[in-house]
Structures are given as C-alpha cells and as structure tokens.
C-alpha cells in the first residue's frame, strides 16, 4: 500500500548537509514528514527513532556508505520493509549494481530530476502538490 503524504515519513541521508536539508524542505511542502541525517552511522539510530518509510539514501560517504547502510536494513527483519530509494553524484553501471543488489529499489543520480524522484517515491498526494 503507498501511503498518502500526511502518514508518509521520510529519513534522507547525505553527508551534504545542504542537500540533504533542501531535500527535507522539499518533501516537507509536499505534505510528507521528512528528517535529515548525515551519515551512515546516524542513519541506524534515526530509523529506529523516527521509522520512516522511505529511507533516500546517498551512496557516498565517509565512514559507513550507502551500501552498507541498505544491506544492513535489509537484514534487519525490523527494518527490511522500509524502502530504500538510492542516489548519488557518481552514477556507474557498477554502483547501481551494487546498490541494487543489496535491496534498493532504484538509484537516482544527482542532481535529482525531482519529478524523477516524486515518482520514485509513488504517492499521488506528493505529486499532486508538486504541480
């Protein structure tokens, strides 16, 4: 079931703190409930406190990447539903291979096509307040 924007949580993680934050604003008047995080590390602690059901998540960054981060969410049996939308600056046939292999459901490059990423998420009221 997608769920509709007001029930719709959304944790981005990036460790571009200005990208991550625009995206937070950017779902945020869309309707959705968007919070920010700014590396792997955190992302572990905020899933468990804020239980988004999307987790847009930036492949590249120090310490605990992208990958590592969804393939652990995706062996948690508390966390394996959460859907993982991926994106990154450096988009590869190898990198997207790799993220998908560990359970993401797209990767997106950056700078996102934010219709692109609307449809990605796939909740009609989010769409729809984008237009």
Do not use: W
């Not at 572990?44 to 969410?73: A, K, T, W």
């Not at 995706?74 to 046939?93: E, F």
Request: charged share 25%.
């Amino acid at each position: 079931r997608i769920p509709d924007s007001s029930e719709l949580r959304v944790l981005v993680v990036d460790d571009d703190r200005l990208f991550a934050d625009f995206l937070v604003e950017f779902l945020g008047n869309r309707g959705a409930q968007a919070v920010a995080c700014y590396d792997g590390f955190a992302a572990g602690r905020r899933v468990e406190s804020f239980g988004p059901d999307i987790v847009l998540l930036d492949l590249m960054m120090p310490g605990m990447d992208g990958i590592e981060v969804c393939r652990e969410l995706k062996a948690d049996k508390n966390t394996r539903h959460i859907r993982v939308l991926a994106m990154t600056g450096y988009p590869s046939d190898a990198n997207q291979s790799a993220i998908l292999g560990v359970g993401a459901e797209i990767c997106l490059a950056k700078p996102l096509d934010h219709d692109r990423l609307l449809a990605a998420i796939g909740s009609p009221a989010l769409r729809a307040a984008a237009t």
